[in-house]
């Protein structure tokens, strides 16, 4: 799995390879990341670097780490035949939390309308690529495992960690300010697919087709 996440890594960074390094941006802010056929939005930060190819084409790979996501349901658990005592009551209800967490890595080009890179307000779009981890945890509330066992078994997974691949593009705008930076905001569009998904986040959590919005701040460098 670790395997298909460095390619990727690998690629964006032959991408970053043609880059010069007179000048260079890094860059953070605040995320949110949903798809269109959940309910779920998920809320985090991001860190970015970005580069001018020329005054109206740059690179830039950033990534955005989100904050877990807790499901909260409940399973039975029954007595075990093989206690000393059979327990009271024989079977009983216990609270199952399922969490997920989320961190993220894309990389492409932008190209910038109306103004450059680095002059007055711009629109900018481009294409990416988007490496996503996702690791997804159970636990189950405290009862004595001498006397009671699940009866589905939920609550015993081990952690597992997913690897998703999308393809998409952004669009958004900046305005430059007179401190060497600039304000960003941007709407992101991706089409994701699994390369390895044991606990199926691709189906439960996110939805093939997602979107994210990004606003930050933009610190130039010459």
Not at 22 to 45: A, K, N, P, V
Not at 118 to 123: K, P, Q, R, T
Not at 209 to 214: G, I, T
């Amino acid at each position: 799995m670790m395997k298909y996440f460095s390619v990727l890594l690998f690629c964006i960074t032959m991408l970053m390879s043609n880059n010069g390094v007179s000048q260079y941006s890094l860059g953070g802010g605040l995320s949110t990341f949903g798809s269109f056929e959940t309910d779920f939005t998920r809320y985090g930060i991001h860190a970015f670097y970005e580069a001018p190819r020329n005054e109206v084409n740059s690179f830039f790979i950033r990534g955005t780490i989100t904050l877990p996501i807790n499901f909260y349901d409940s399973i039975l658990v029954e007595g075990n035949p093989n206690a000393p005592t059979p327990p009271t009551p024989f079977v009983k209800t216990v609270e199952l939390r399922r969490r997920t967490s989320l961190f993220s890595v894309d990389g492409g080009t932008r190209v910038y309308l109306f103004n450059t890179y680095d002059a007055g307000f711009s629109v900018y779009g481009g294409f990416h690529l988007r490496g996503i981890l996702s690791t997804y945890s159970e636990r189950l509330g405290e009862y004595d495992e001498g006397l009671y066992s699940p009866q589905s078994g939920a609550g015993t997974l081990p952690t597992s960690t997913s690897l998703l691949l999308g393809i998409g593009g952004n669009l958004g705008f900046k305005h430059q300010l007179p401190m060497n930076g600039a304000l960003t905001f941007d709407l992101v569009v991706d089409l994701i697919r699994r390369l390895h998904d044991p606990a199926a986040i691709l189906t439960n959590e996110i939805a093939p087709l997602s979107f994210s919005f990004n606003v930050g701040y933009r610190f130039d460098w010459y």
